[in-house]
């Protein structure tokens, strides 16, 4: 049976408060940035995750190793404790949000070059259509 696995860290990147959603499945891991704005409470969180979560746009898939969760409950805690004071995120999770930038910026160069060309090739049948005009005498 395949195990699915979420995380949400919360923390602050000058100058707004951003969360992070890293989900594990199948030995990989996808990624969604979230940016809150200011300093959410928890009750704000929770209400974001229940409402919008469907609604993320998560990054194409990095391959992981997924570790075994038998642990004591204080060494969880610590490890909470720990993660806290740090509140950053992991390098696996920022290669997943640059390679989720990287399809996101192609796909918007590719799109504005077809609406460049698009108007280009307006405004040359717009010339057309004046030159046609001239020369019909009108």
């Known amino acids: 049976m395949d195990k699915v696995s979420g995380k949400l860290t919360v923390f602050f990147e000058e100058p707004f408060w951003v969360g992070v959603f890293e989900c594990v499945s199948n030995?990989?891991?996808s990624v969604c940035k979230v940016t809150f704005g200011a300093e959410?409470?928890?009750?704000?969180?929770?209400?974001?995750?229940?409402?919008n979560y469907?609604?993320?746009?998560?990054?194409?898939?990095?391959?992981?190793?997924?570790?075994?969760?038998?642990?004591?409950?204080?060494?969880?805690?610590?490890?909470?404790?720990?993660q806290v004071q740090n509140s950053g995120i992991g390098t696996k999770s920022q290669q997943?949000?640059?390679?989720?930038?990287?399809?996101?910026?192609?796909?918007r160069r590719i799109l504005s070059r077809a609406q460049r060309e698009a108007e280009k090739k307006r405004q040359f049948e717009l010339k057309q259509q004046k030159r046609k005009e001239k020369h019909r005498g009108r």
């Open 54 to 82: 469907y609604r993320l746009r998560f990054s194409p898939a990095v391959a992981t190793d997924v570790k075994e969760a038998g642990r004591s409950p204080k060494r969880v805690q610590r490890e909470v404790r720990k």
């Open 96 to 107: 997943a949000l640059k390679l989720q930038q990287e399809q996101l910026k192609t796909e």
């Open 27 to 29: 030995g990989t891991l």
């Open 40 to 51: 959410p409470k928890d009750y704000e969180v929770y209400d974001f995750v229940l409402k």
